[in-house]
């Protein structure tokens, strides 16, 4: 069995990558590194302006987060980041022929997450565009190695899920 260096927190907006990243990180005493941080200015413009990004508007975002996956692998330094990836082209570029990466697949249903998202305050991510990120979410195939999470709980059963599943001990507190 390949040890996990690098987890992907993925799933559509407000499904809670950035809570669960960061408290796995937490556990793990690993870096965390949060996707919209690797967005052009023009995406997250076009993102608050309630307009979905196209296949071409994110391809250098996932090139960029690839990249820091690799120099993660490279310098033996695990890390968590998160990704929505939603697409599985998306999940192939960012893990395909990456052994030491695991995919993980935040799990929830449309009416938990847009009340998830109409109690969030402050993100640039328009709770309207909700229905274009289940459009184009493509749940994993049998052939894929990604861990689905349920989020119907709160976030420490999530990522206990997570810990037990990857077979990863967390760090002593």
């Given at each position: 069995m390949t040890e996990h260096r690098?987890?992907?927190?993925a799933g559509v907006s407000g499904s809670g990558k950035s809570t669960i990243g960061e408290l796995l990180a937490e556990h793990l005493?690993?870096?965390?590194?949060?996707a919209d941080a690797f967005h052009s200015q023009a995406n997250i413009d076009k993102m608050a302006s309630g307009h979905p990004l196209t296949d071409?508007?994110?391809l250098p975002w996932l090139q960029a987060i690839a990249a820091w996956i690799?120099?993660?692998?490279?310098?033996?330094?695990?890390?968590?980041v998160s990704c929505?990836?939603?697409?599985?082209?998306?999940r192939d570029l960012l893990a395909g022929g990456r052994p030491a990466v695991a995919m993980v697949l935040l799990d929830g249903d449309r009416d938990?997450?847009?009340a998830r998202m109409k109690a969030r305050k402050g993100h640039f991510f328009k709770a309207t565009?909700?229905?274009t990120q289940f459009a184009d979410l493509e749940l994993p195939a049998p052939d894929e190695d990604v861990l689905l999470a349920p989020i119907t709980g709160p976030p420490e059963e999530t990522v206990t899920h997570i810990l037990k599943s990857l077979n990863l001990t967390p760090t002593p507190r």
């Amino acid at each position: 069995m390949t040890e996990h260096r690098v987890i992907v927190i993925a799933g559509v907006s407000g499904s809670g990558k950035s809570t669960i990243g960061e408290l796995l990180a937490e556990h793990l005493g690993w870096d965390y590194a949060e996707a919209d941080a690797f967005h052009s200015q023009a995406n997250i413009d076009k993102m608050a302006s309630g307009h979905p990004l196209t296949d071409a508007d994110r391809l250098p975002w996932l090139q960029a987060i690839a990249a820091w996956i690799d120099e993660r692998l490279a310098a033996d330094r695990p890390g968590i980041v998160s990704c929505s990836a939603l697409k599985r082209g998306y999940r192939d570029l960012l893990a395909g022929g990456r052994p030491a990466v695991a995919m993980v697949l935040l799990d929830g249903d449309r009416d938990l997450i847009a009340a998830r998202m109409k109690a969030r305050k402050g993100h640039f991510f328009k709770a309207t565009l909700l229905d274009t990120q289940f459009a184009d979410l493509e749940l994993p195939a049998p052939d894929e190695d990604v861990l689905l999470a349920p989020i119907t709980g709160p976030p420490e059963e999530t990522v206990t899920h997570i810990l037990k599943s990857l077979n990863l001990t967390p760090t002593p507190r």
